[in-house]
């Protein structure tokens, strides 16, 4: 069976990642995991200088999932450089690097320094606040988009993955833009927003009020919107959103993904993201698939 994946220009032995912000930087589930087993690892969101991220508490379980308001907490892309790279390259798997900023100039300047490291590629998370444009997100336009992923494109070489938020009104269209301004190819879907209210306190759960929804209580939103995304563009998608078990993964390949990243699933067992590497080779071997390639946006329509 072939297994192996191009997505955006990423070679990946197989289409099951780990998605950015659930994982670290690998130390930890090292502990418990083969990482050499895993198509690729998407590090956590890194940023040009070291964040502190939001007052807790900042995540509370939610029915089927769980919200988060973390606020981008990372030590910085001259920590990830001197300490977690060299530290991530021992094993034989894909490094993607999530980079956050607050302005364009944040961006951009990231993706330089990061263009000059031994990375595979870059998702570039475009639900961070737009400080310069009154706290909205870069994601939710496609003005927003194209601007930021064009800005970025000029001075990164290496593959560029622009992460989507689902809180649009139209998925299509900021993955419209970002393959207009030349990105690579697209992830989503991002959280949801959300809020979860203390009854007896009479207050939201989260300090910063809301928070990012995730878990397989987005799932169904998550692969209708990779459906979308699929039949508007042509470059690869990166699915994400639920995801916990190799027929997860498939029903998101089926709906156009080339590949998927594992989230909130690896908060209930750091196997997770293994074991749906062994589901889909034992989805392959059940219905006699030679290349995991072929399965990509087949889904039927009734």
């Not at 069976?1 to 130390?27: D, H, Q």
């Not at 759960?205 to 169904?220: D, H, M, R, W």
Request: hydrophobic share 40%.
């Amino acid at each position: 069976m072939n297994t192996e994946v191009n997505l955006a220009g990423i070679k990946m032995k197989n289409p099951i990642t780990v998605a950015s912000g659930t994982f670290g930087y690998g130390r930890e589930f090292s502990e418990y995991i083969d990482l050499n087993q895993l198509g690729g690892i998407i590090t956590k969101g890194t940023s040009l200088k070291p964040r502190p991220g939001n007052k807790s508490p900042r995540v509370c379980e939610t029915p089927a999932g769980m919200l988060n308001a973390i606020g981008l907490q990372n030590p910085g892309v001259e920590h990830f450089i001197n300490e977690d790279l060299p530290w991530l390259r021992k094993f034989n798997t894909a490094v993607i690097v999530n980079a956050c900023g607050s302005t364009v100039e944040d961006y951009v300047e990231l993706c330089k320094i990061l263009n000059k490291t031994d990375i595979d590629g870059v998702e570039l998370n475009l639900s961070c606040p737009n400080v310069k444009e009154g706290c909205l997100a870069f994601g939710t336009t496609y003005e927003g988009v194209k601007n930021v992923t064009s800005q970025v494109r000029k001075v990164l070489d290496k593959p560029l993955i622009v992460k989507l938020s689902p809180n649009v009104t139209d998925i299509t269209q900021p993955a419209k833009a970002a393959q207009d301004a030349g990105a690579d190819g697209v992830s989503l879907i991002n959280t949801l927003l959300g809020m979860s209210i203390d009854i007896h306190k009479r207050r939201p759960i989260l300090a910063n009020n809301t928070g990012g929804l995730s878990g397989p209580a987005i799932k169904p939103v998550a692969v209708r919107m990779v459906y979308q995304v699929a039949q508007a563009i042509d470059i690869p998608i990166l699915g994400l959103g639920g995801i916990v078990t190799g027929d997860d993964a498939i029903e998101f390949m089926l709906a156009g993904a080339t590949a998927v990243s594992i989230g909130t699933g690896n908060f209930v067992s750091p196997e997770v993201s293994v074991d749906a590497v062994k589901g889909v080779e034992n989805y392959m071997r059940k219905y006699n698939i030679d290349n995991i390639n072929d399965i990509i946006g087949t889904v039927q329509m009734n």
